[in-house]
């Protein structure tokens, strides 16, 4: 465990999304006054961002109420005006729209993902709210939604942990957006010389190799022409 830390060091996953923030929030302009950290591998990172005093407020939220509980415990060393608990749904959460949001998204699946997001955009759509997904699995779902509701992207990248790989993507919805970019179906950070990458892009070739064979062969026959066009 780091020296002052409630928590050991984080994974490489975590911690890229832990740097992201740590250099948004260096930018005033930029700054997040809320951040929102969502069924995220039992509150890690989220500890971490109230160590640092990232933001002005951190919410925990988590469906399982003895992961809540257990937060509860490891923070009272903490001021508690720094952060709050919330044992519920991610998707019925209150958003001050006077704020400036990041709900995080990582370590569910892309349906999870899916679900969250459109509930929170149906009630609060028009505010603005940014997201910081790292889905397990379900990319490809994820990115073709997130091009229908024309939600823009910010920023993307792959990471590896532990022989796998994981995609990040930073992206805002709703009302606030300057320039809309549009999120690609299989991603822009693609590094043809990297090794990571490499092995990432075989997996998916794989899997949706053995896809072809099942009922959904076509779809799956599709999604393996976009992969295919990053070689």
């Known amino acids: 465990m780091a020296v002052g830390s409630l928590v050991g060091p984080l994974g490489a996953r975590l911690q890229s999304l832990f740097d ?3 250099d948004v929030q260096g930018q005033s302009l930029n700054r997040y006054d809320r951040i929102w950290d969502c069924c995220c591998d039992h509150g890690y990172l989220g500890i971490k961002i109230v160590e640092a005093e990232l933001c002005d407020k951190l919410v925990f939220v988590d469906q399982v109420p003895h992961i809540i509980q257990w937060l509860d415990s490891k923070l009272d060393v903490l001021p508690r005006e720094r952060f709050d608990l919330i044992a519920g749904d991610a998707a019925d959460l209150i958003f001050d729209p006077g704020q400036r949001h990041l709900v995080i998204l990582a370590g569910v699946g892309g349906s999870t993902i899916i679900t969250i997001i459109g ?3 149906k009630i609060y759509g028009e ?7 790292c889905p397990t699995n379900g990319v ?3 990115r073709e939604y997130l091009i229908e509701e024309q939600i823009s992207l910010m920023d993307e990248w792959i990471v590896s942990e532990k022989g796998r ?3 990040v993507i930073h992206i805002r919805a709703g009302a606030g957006i300057d320039e809309y970019v549009k999120v690609s179906l299989i991603g822009n950070m ?5 090794q990571e990458h490499e092995a990432y892009l075989k997996k998916i070739l794989a899997h949706y190799q053995r896809a072809e064979q099942g009922d959904d062969a076509e779809r799956s026959k599709m ?4 992969y295919r066009g990053i070689c």
């Open 20 to 22: 992201l923030i740590d």
């Open 119 to 121: 509930a929170i955009l």
């Open 127 to 133: 505010n603005g709210i940014d997201f910081l997904l």
């Open 140 to 142: 490809f779902e994820v």
């Open 165 to 167: 790989q994981y995609e």
């Open 190 to 194: 693609w590094n043809v010389n990297d």
């Open 223 to 226: 999604i393996l022409e976009e």
